[in-house]
């Protein structure tokens, strides 16, 4: 069965560095997502992107986040200078049609800021 | 503003037996309505979802869920609680835009 695959599992990095979260959203969706969990909280929206361009973001995707799909296979989020309180899990996540349909998630990368 | 209400941070119940999650939603008009189950260090996996028809859901692992407009509740349930249903559990609605509950934590005793 196809699934979202996500790059690292685990990114430990200094405050302050850009980061770049990896993932590889099921072939033929067209609609991507990506979500954070800071430890022992909620899943938390952060920005859904279609057509190339952002379609929805919440207000914790501020000016330090970007998203890209650089080819036809892959989605990134990056984080330009990271803080502390940007450790949690990050989830991608794809659809073949809008958000309401269903939303299929990546493992996850643990990102740590030391 | 959409909402998402999980009154039970933790549940812990016996394997064998019954179980109920609860989840509460707050939107002006009828949602879509998921459950997610989260294993430890594992992504988030869908159970089963509700758009339309019929109230009572199936999902897979024999987990079922019923939407009540009226409580605007859709709550899990699973007649035999197994060993590795343990996990955490979130219920989630998309009305504007996706919104997942604080999650309930479930422990299955031997």
């Known amino acids: 069965e196809p699934e979202v695959t996500q790059t690292p599992s685990h990114q430990v990095t200094q405050m302050g560095q850009e980061v770049i979260l990896r993932c590889v959203p099921i072939?033929?969706?067209?609609?991507f997502y990506w979500y954070r969990q800071i430890l022992g909280q909620k899943v938390e929206f952060l920005v859904s992107?279609?057509?190339?361009?952002?379609?929805?973001k919440s207000e914790i995707f501020d000016d330090q986040f970007s998203v890209e799909r650089p080819d036809g296979s892959n989605f990134t989020l990056k984080i330009r200078s990271t803080k502390l309180e940007d450790s949690a899990m990050y989830f991608c996540?794809?659809?073949?049609?809008?958000?309401?349909?269903?939303?299929?998630f990546g493992p996850g990368t643990r990102l740590t800021v030391l | 503003a959409q909402s998402v209400t999980q009154p039970d941070i933790h549940i812990t119940v016996s394997e064998g037996a019954s179980l109920e999650l609860r989840c509460n939603y707050s939107?002006?008009?009828?949602?879509?309505l998921f459950w997610y189950v989260q294993s430890p260090g594992q992504g988030l996996q869908l159970l089963l979802k509700?758009?339309?028809?019929?109230?009572l859901v199936q999902g897979i692992k024999g987990f079922e869920a019923e939407f009540k407009r009226s409580q605007s509740s859709f709550n899990l349930r699973k007649p035999s609680v197994h060993w590795s249903d343990a996990a955490e559990y979130f219920c989630?609605?998309?009305?504007?835009?996706?919104?997942f509950g604080p999650g309930t934590r479930l422990s299955v005793l031997p």
């Open positions: 509700y758009f339309s028809g019929d109230t």
């Open positions: 939107y002006g008009a009828t949602p879509y």
């Open positions: 989630a609605v998309h009305g504007q835009n996706f919104v």
């Open positions: 996540a794809s659809s073949i049609r809008d958000g309401i349909d269903t939303q299929y």
């Open positions: 072939s033929n969706h067209l609609y």
């Open positions: 992107f279609y057509n190339n361009e952002i379609s929805e």
